[in-house]
């Protein structure tokens, strides 16, 4: 199954593009990993920015395919269940998956509206930033528990 994160922004901390970049590498060997950036919306107007946002993330969207969005009003998940919610998709014919990460203000209705799932990293408030960095480690050590292989370092 392909994984196609979605997020809004770039990266602007060079240590967080780091771990971005380490974890791809590392991903790399388990199959598809995508990213797309979407624009930021001007943050002078919360609200706005928050609809413009979600607007430009749902025309990104394919009918059909299983959306999972970043929130943390959503479920926790450790590392084997997360290992196991993937393998289930992938077992079911799933071709790929996109996960979304919001902005900085949060993600739009229209969002929560299109999720198949809410996916909590932490009840903290995190920089998206961070969310996107801590999504693609995630991803990279559910590949691995789903391979049996070690995961803890």
Known sequence: ?????????KVREPYISAALDDFRKRHARYGGLEEIEVAAAPGSDPPRAMREEGERIVRMLVGGEPVWLLDRSGAAL???????????LADQGTTRLTLVVA???????????RADFVWSLSS?????????????????????????????H
């Not at 902005?103 to 509206?113: E, I, N, Q």
């Not at 408030?125 to 803890?152: D, F, G, M, S």
């Open 103 to 113: 902005g900085t203000h949060g993600a739009d209705p229209v969002l929560f509206d």
């Open 124 to 152: 903290l408030t995190l920089l998206h930033e961070w969310a996107r960095a801590l999504v693609v480690e995630q991803l990279y050590r559910a590949a691995k528990i789903a391979r049996n292989e070690p995961y803890h």
């Open 1 to 9: 199954m392909k994984t196609r994160v979605i997020a809004v922004g």
């Open 78 to 88: 450790s590392s084997v269940e997360l290992s196991e919610k993937l393998q289930r």
